[in-house]
């Protein structure tokens, strides 16, 4: 019985039962029938009847007619309950043979198989916690796809401009100069930010990154962000960064660090996108959430793109975010880590004329 499969083991259970019913049945039978019988015909003579001369053929009579229906009743008794079984354990087995089908084309790479629905309510809640299984599976593979494709895409032109100076700088068809130097210092820069932001996002996409929340305030963190940023736009035609900052703000429960991050990232693109004009960072409460949000007068982003601002890699212009340094995956990162604290993060944004980025944190209670 241990290495038999579970159609097996149900068939043989059924029979057993069945088996065990139909014994009792004729030991029972066996035993008490003919004692009824008797009592029956003591009944009889009790009310004048003699039967006394024809009392033993009655009960050789009655004990051969019962043994041929008992033993008629096991025959089509047996066979019926064997066919029920046999069917039973057929419509049980089948959805999992299916399923065991199913895991093995997942395991091969058919991502795409589905348990179909069974009419038994627990194999069926089984297949269809496996369908979403193998929903989440597909959805990991084709992000690990995406992620494949999209980095060596990111990784191609840094790797391109590096080795095509350095082949010109071995040959010497290009001479050496600290313009070139500094050039392959900053794509070799871009290929480190790159490759240390893929693997933060990874860790939080895969929830191994941990998130200390502690009540804080943000206006000491914000104040020190926009003291640093001030610093880098001194030029008479760079934007101008102020706050807004309501006094009866809340402490908020979140990360530091994180925080931090995030607020680096949404300023970083700010001043990236707006030459000049106004940057303004407003912060507010609002129910249960305190709320940052970071607008620009700047280039904006086309209405079709909106949707999109939040992928990894994405841009409404590759050349141009290259040119000026990006990874493509900051707002990516930090839409995850808003995520990781309980919040959420949106955007409003109109083509030439600027965008506001904004994200909730929990109130301290």
């Known amino acids: 019985m241990a290495k038999l499969g579970l159609r097996s083991r149900l068939f043989c259970s059924h029979l057993l039962v069945m088996i065990v019913g139909l014994f009792t049945l004729v030991v029972i039978g066996k035993v008490s029938s003919p004692r009824f019988f008797i009592v029956y015909l003591q009944r009889i003579e009790v009310d004048g009847y003699s039967i006394s001369q024809v009392k033993t053929r009655l009960m050789r009579g009655f004990e051969s007619a019962w043994s041929r229906g008992a033993l008629w009743s096991l025959a089509v008794g047996a066979t019926t309950a064997g066919g029920l079984s046999y069917l039973l354990s057929q419509r049980i087995v089948r959805p999992l043979i299916q399923m065991e089908t199913i895991t093995q084309k997942l395991s091969s790479g058919q991502l795409d198989e589905r348990v179909p629905p069974s009419e038994i309510p627990e194999l069926n809640h089984l297949g269809a916690g496996f369908n979403q299984m193998a929903a989440t599976l597909e959805g990991v593979e084709q992000r690990r796809r995406e992620l494949v494709s999209d980095l060596t895409h990111e990784l191609r032109t840094p790797l391109t401009i590096l080795d095509g100076y350095l082949e010109g700088l071995s040959d010497g068809t290009i001479e050496s100069s600290p313009e070139i130097y500094d050039l392959l210092t900053r794509e070799t820069k871009r290929i480190r930010r790159l490759v240390d932001d893929m693997q933060e996002l990874s860790k939080m996409e895969a929830g191994y990154l941990p998130i200390n929340a502690k009540s804080m305030p943000l206006h000491p963190l914000l104040e020190a962000l926009l003291q640093k940023f001030s610093e880098q736009l001194l030029s008479y035609d760079s934007p101008v960064l102020d706050m807004d900052y309501e006094p009866d703000t809340p402490d908020v429960i979140a990360d530091p660090a994180r925080v931090e991050q995030i607020l680096v990232n949404l300023i970083g693109n700010a001043i990236r996108y707006t030459p000049s004009g106004f940057i303004k960072v407003r ?65 409003q944004s109109e083509l030439n004329k600027g965008s506001t980025f904004r994200f909730s944190l929990p109130i301290a209670r």
């Open 283 to 347: 912060v507010w409460n609002e129910h249960h959430w305190v709320w940052v949000a970071v607008a620009d007068t700047g280039m904006g982003i086309a209405g079709d793109d909106l949707p999109h601002v939040f992928e990894r890699f994405w841009r409404a212009d590759r050349s141009r975010d290259r040119h000026s340094g990006g990874t493509g995956i900051g707002l990516a990162i930090s839409k995850r880590l808003v995520e990781l604290q309980g919040g959420t993060i949106m955007v």
